[in-house]
């Protein structure tokens, strides 16, 4: 494979991405958390829009996959800005892919973006997970520790690294709230989340859907789906959702 594409976000980190040529809304796939533009989801959408001559759009967020950074260093504020510097690759409106994490930058997004947004594809998306579910689950011991440290390890089921979770993820993702406030989403949305997930469970989804307002919000449950959703039929109901919103 070649070599992916830089850019330079206004803050100066240096971002990997790889764009297809194609016809618009362009599709932009946003990763998840220690996540980076190889993965499955990912490469099945770059294989449709190859397949179907559709624009697309996939990066790594600085200190994820070829993009330079420091993981520790970085925050939701920053990958979320690294995502709106990749966005401003593109002309015209746009259909968001977010998995995960990127779930929660989809919706960063379109909160800035407005009315550029045709479409959104959430994935087990993670809105407000390091206030929820990581700093919502530590032990006494955990948040102390921290406090004191300024980071606590996880294990992590997806490899033998654990999870380095910094007090600047904590604490800046605070100001990156989605659920608390108003969340308008005045365009088609259509939420994917497997009813086996315990990373972010199907509460968090009905939690979305419950929150946010507006006029064509879905959400679908695959009964037996884990977090990866990357089985064939799984990465068909993604390809499928992205095609009916960009048939609308």
């Known amino acids: 494979m070649t070599e992916p594409s830089f850019l330079v976000t206004p803050e100066g980190r240096r971002i990997a991405y790889r764009l297809t040529d194609g016809e618009g809304p362009a599709v932009v796939f946003c990763g998840g ?14 294989a449709w829009a190859e397949r179907t001559g559709r624009a697309f759009l996939r990066f790594d967020y600085s200190g994820h996959g070829q993009s330079e950074g420091a993981f520790l260093d970085g925050s939701i504020g920053d990958w979320f800005k690294d995502a ?27 909160r800035e973006m407005g009315a550029r947004v045709a479409g959104l594809v959430g994935i087990a998306a993670a809105p407000d997970f390091t206030e929820d579910s ?19 390890i996880l294990p992590s089921d997806y490899s033998d690294e654990p999870y380095i ?18 969340l308008e989403l005045g365009f088609p949305v259509r939420l994917l989340q497997g009813t086996a997930d315990v990373d972010v469970p199907p509460s968090v989804a009905l939690r979305l859907l419950d929150h946010a307002a507006g006029p064509d919000i879905r959400l679908t449950l695959v009964k037996g789906a884990d977090h ?15 095609e009916e919103l960009l048939a609308r």
Do not use: N
Not at 33 to 46: I, P, R, V, W
Not at 165 to 182: A, C, K, Q
Not at 228 to 241: D, H, K
């Open 228 to 242: 990866r959703f990357s089985t064939p039929e799984c990465l068909r109901m993604i390809e499928q959702a992205v």
């Open 33 to 46: 958390f220690k996540s980076d533009m190889e993965g499955t989801k990912a490469l099945h959408l770059q």
């Open 134 to 152: 990581m700093w919502g689950g530590f032990t006494a011991a955990q948040r102390e520790a921290l406090q004191r440290a300024g980071q606590v």
């Open 165 to 182: 979770i910094t007090r600047r993820l904590i604490e800046e993702g605070r100001g990156r709230l989605v659920l608390r406030d108003p």
């Open 84 to 110: 709106r510097a990749a966005c401003g690759l593109l002309a015209g409106p746009l259909l968001l892919v977010g998995s995960s994490m990127g779930g929660w930058i989809s919706l960063l997004l379109a």
